[in-house]
Structure formats: structure tokens, C-alpha cells
């Protein structure tokens, strides 16, 4: 069976959740460039706001997918734990791809 193609609401969630994954990804490098390596604190003041403002959109995404999308409360759950640890968000993304959870639900 054909994936049912995703909802603006879904291409929306797919975004946040890959500028979450990015902006995690450039804070860890930043991280290890300032206390690993000690060479620079730049990645960090660069990507410690961008990543704050992009966990915040993707909540926000989360919350407003759940009501739009009408996804169970389990996948509104899921979502939103996984902005917590680095970069779970993107194969979150293709899993609820897969399940359909990004596609307009007929009633």
C-alpha cells in the first residue's frame, strides 16, 4: 500500500522536527569544541539560542499536530520526549511518516 502523502501540517512537524535535530547536532559540536577540545566557545553561543528557539517551535509544532492531525495521545507524548535527547527527533519524523501519523485523517 501507498504512504498517503503528508499534510501541510505534516510537512510543517517534518520541518521542526529536522531544524531540532540540526540546531541539536551544531550545539553538541559546539559543546565539544568548548569543553572537549577547548577551542572555542562559539558553536555554543551560535547554536545554544537557535537550538532553544527551535526546541520551543517544535513543541509548539507537537501540540498544534496533535490537534490538527488528531493523533492519539501517545504520539503527542512521544514527540514531545523525544526533543530531549540529542537528535531523536528526525528518525521520530520518518517513523510517524511511515504510520501515517503525518497525513491528513479522515473522520
Do not use: N
Amino acid at each position: 500500500m501507498p504512504a498517503k502523502p503528508m499534510s501541510p501540517t505534516g510537512k510543517l512537524f517534518a520541518t521542526a522536527a529536522m531544524i531540532e535535530g540540526v540546531t541539536w547536532a551544531g550545539l553538541l559540536i559546539g559543546m565539544l569544541l568548548k569543553r572537549g577540545l577547548e577551542i572555542t566557545d562559539l558553536g555554543v553561543r551560535i547554536f545554544g539560542p537557535l537550538h532553544g528557539m527551535a526546541f520551543l517551535f517544535y513543541v509548539v509544532v507537537c501540540l498544534y499536530a496533535w490537534i490538527k492531525l488528531r493523533w492519539p495521545l501517545w504520539a503527542m507524548l512521544v514527540a514531545l520526549v523525544a526533543a530531549v535527547p540529542p537528535l531523536v527527533t528526525v528518525p521520530l519524523e520518518m517513523w510517524f511518516r511511515r504510520l501515517g501519523l503525518l497525513s491528513q485523517r479522515t473522520p
